[in-house]
């Protein structure tokens, strides 16, 4: 069992940054892959970005490559997602999630969510 904790959500104007923190408990966070995943208001939820257990690899969609990066630090059991360069299309709550391996957490097969933070970039 994991719990994940999101945290760093937040208001920002358009061009601005933020970064996302997501804390996992339990001794399992490094055998898992770590993704992040985003929905806004009347839409499905959709795949942002994921990392493999060593963060050796990293996936990412088309409409925030580029501008997110994700990281992991297994030694505190938190991944992160830096956001650069916000659009207002990015507003949506990001959910953390774990899974078995990035390419399943990129077609959304997810073992745990996380309970969402809201990111809102205003125009």
């Known amino acids: 069992q994991v719990q994940l904790v999101e945290s760093g959500g937040g208001l920002v104007q358009a061009g601005g940054s933020l970064r996302l923190s997501c804390a996992a408990a339990?001794?399992?966070?490094?055998?898992?892959?770590m993704g992040w995943f985003r929905q806004a208001p009347g839409t499905e939820r959709e795949f942002v970005a994921a990392?493999?257990?060593?963060?050796?690899?990293?996936y990412y969609a088309d409409s925030v490559k580029g501008r997110f990066t994700i990281s992991r630090d297994n030694a505190r059991n938190t991944v992160y997602l830096q956001m650069n360069s916000l659009k207002p299309e990015d507003t949506a709550v990001y959910y953390c999630?774990?899974?078995?391996?990035?390419?399943?957490?990129?077609?959304?097969?997810?073992?745990?969510w996380g309970q969402g933070t809201q990111v809102t970039v205003s125009s």
């Open positions: 990392i493999s257990r060593t963060g050796a690899l990293t």
């Open positions: 339990g001794r399992t966070f490094s055998y898992y892959s």
């Open positions: 999630s774990a899974g078995q391996t990035p390419s399943n957490l990129r077609i959304g097969v997810v073992n745990y």
